[in-house]
């Protein structure tokens, strides 16, 4: 399946855009997507901490994605 991936901060800076489409398997997990990306953008294991949002909520490493979800990588934030 074809799937869209939304990058916000320093991880739109990794893909050079603003969104990225991959060609993944069906019934791919949170998880495994998070190992994709990293074997594709090494960048993001140099990352302390990201998260994957599946439909506007942060979705759980064993979370199954569908080609219809909205997928966002929501890079680490800081504050003070």
């Known amino acids: 399946m074809k799937l869209k991936i939304l990058a916000f901060g320093i991880t739109k800076d990794i893909f050079g855009a ?3 489409e991959l060609e993944v398997q069906d019934g791919l997990s949170v998880g495994q997507l998070k190992d994709i990306l990293e074997k594709d953008f090494p960048q993001f294991i140099k990352l302390k901490s ?18 219809t979800d909205e997928v966002a990588i929501i890079p680490p934030v800081s504050g003070g």
Do not use: L, R, T
Not at 50 to 67: K, S
């Open 18 to 20: 603003s969104e990225k």
């Open 50 to 67: 990201y998260f994957i949002a599946v439909n506007e909520e942060y979705a759980e490493d064993d979370q199954i994605i569908i080609g």
